[in-house]
């Protein structure tokens, strides 16, 4: 059964401290997903990318977050500084994104999500 | 502009009795849409999705949702619903043309027992 897998599944850190999150999309998808979750915001696009090339990071806050995908089975996402208001589960989401000449369907498979404290 | 609107913030119901949440969307064109369900301190899941067949898709759990273009409507149904049902709902909407997707902002429905 595949599945999406994100590291680590929690982590503390200290405001100022960099902060890495990893994505393992499901092999043979196309397109990955980043999401934030907190209780104020809801659900946040943050970026997405096909074929690993950024497609969209309007939901990013550029000045310190940063988003890669270095080779097809992984997914990077950087924090650097981090600051409380960081603080937010963070979803990785994969699929195999197929477009007709008015559609696309864009069917995602979530990860668990990583937990973010910064204090 | 494109949107997504879940009409019902929170929606309870008793174990047994129907279920009907809310979604309505804005489009200059076709689009495709998806219901994911989020129960708690999980990721989400697909429940069904649209995208240009039949208009009334069936997911899992039970779950449905009718596709009606001239009410630009998307609402998930089950007809008796069940303890864990309870979770948080979200309806997506996804445009090719500017390469979108758009979450509404999600329905948490309560199962009373």
């Known amino acids: 059964d595949a599945r999406v897998t994100q590291t680590p599944r929690h982590k503390v850190t200290e405001m100022g401290q960099e902060v890495t999150m990893r994505c393992q999309p499901i092999?043979?998808?196309?397109?990955v997903f980043w999401y934030r979750q907190t209780m104020m915001q809801g659900l946040e696009l943050l970026a997405y990318f096909r074929n690993r090339a950024p497609l969209d990071d309007s939901g990013m806050p550029k000045d310190r977050f940063s988003a890669e995908m270095p080779d097809a089975t992984l997914a990077t996402l950087k924090i650097q500084p981090s600051e409380p208001r960081d603080s937010a589960v963070y979803f990785c989401a994969s699929g195999l994104v197929l477009t007709a000449w008015d559609r696309a369907d864009y069917e995602q498979y979530f990860g668990p999500g990583t937990r973010l404290t910064v204090t | 502009a494109q949107s997504v609107t879940q009409l019902d913030s929170h929606v309870s119901v008793s174990e047994g009795t129907p279920v009907l949440l809310r979604c309505n969307y804005s489009?200059?064109?076709?689009?495709?849409l998806f219901w994911y369900v989020q129960h708690p301190n999980k990721g989400l899941q697909l429940l069904l999705k649209y995208t240009s067949a039949a208009t009334l898709v069936k997911g899992i759990n039970g779950f449905e949702a009718e596709f009606k273009k001239s009410e630009t409507s998307f609402h998930l149904t089950k007809p008796s619903a069940h303890m864990s049902d309870a979770a948080e709902y979200f309806c997506?909407?996804?445009?090719?043309?500017?390469?979108?997707?758009?979450f509404g902002k999600g329905t948490r429905l309560h199962i009373l027992p």
């Open positions: 489009s200059s064109y076709s689009p495709s």
């Open positions: 092999l043979g998808h196309n397109t």
């Open positions: 997506v909407v996804s445009l090719t043309r500017d390469d979108k997707i758009i």
